[in-house]
């Protein structure tokens, strides 16, 4: 699931906790790169909620991890250097 996160959870409003149960639903393993706030592509979608963009305040990588450790442990994360960007290897907990 790479650079899709940041879709589904601002374009399309859909809450961390529930990409990772969709993802659960099929995927023993995951390997998903999470953009920080601060990634110029999570910028610009944060841009154009204009006066909503205070309703994702939760977009971090905190509520991403606690969303995802609900379904999945982090086996791996990793920082990719020269981005505001951190790469996780994930296994689904059941």
Known sequence: ??????HITLSGNVPFYK???FFAGFASFLILEFPTRED??????LVRKREFINYFDFYNEENFEN??????KII???????????LY????KF
């Open 67 to 72: 969303g995802y450790l609900q379904f999945f």
């Open 40 to 45: 110029t592509w999570v910028q610009s979608l």
């Open 19 to 21: 990409s990772a149960e």
């Open 1 to 6: 699931a790479l650079a899709l996160i940041h």
């Open 89 to 92: 290897f994930l296994e689904r």
């Open 76 to 86: 791996k994360k990793e920082k990719i250097s020269g981005s505001e960007r951190i």
